[in-house]
């Protein structure tokens, strides 16, 4: 099991860089393929980005790629979104989340640890 906790999240002016961390407690993190997905109030969880249990495997949504990076340090049991280059329409609540699955899954089903999310507003 894995608990997950999300820091990083803010107001920034479009065209800003934020870096979000997904803190997560236990001795088995490293064994997780990761994930983050956003929400908007009133929509469903939508995928952003993944990452495989050691950090050689990446993919992304269409509209985040060349902005969004993710990684991971599993020596610090974290895993990052950098994002970059940010709009309007990346505003939502980010969550990070953990699957002991197949890799690369979209679908929030296919995850069975989240956290509580952070907030991320991009100004125009």
């Known amino acids: 099991q894995v608990q997950l906790v999300e820091s990083g999240g803010g107001l920034v002016q479009a065209g800003g860089s934020l870096r979000l961390s997904c803190a997560a407690s236990g001795r088995t993190f490293s064994s997780y393929h990761m994930a983050w997905f956003r929400q908007v109030s009133g929509k469903g969880r939508d995928f952003v980005a993944t990452?495989?249990?050691?950090?050689?495997?990446?993919d992304y949504r269409d509209s985040v790629k060349g902005r969004f990076t993710i990684s991971r340090d599993n020596a610090k049991n974290t895993v990052y979104l950098q994002m970059n280059s940010l709009k309007p329409e990346d505003t939502a609540v980010y969550y990070c989340?953990?699957?002991?699955?197949?890799?690369?899954?979209?679908?929030?089903?296919?995850?069975?640890?989240w956290g509580q999310g952070t907030q991320v507003t991009v100004s125009s």
């Open positions: 989340a953990a699957t002991l699955g197949l890799w690369g899954a979209r679908a929030v089903g296919a995850y069975n640890y």
């Open positions: 990452i495989t249990w050691s950090g050689d495997r990446t």
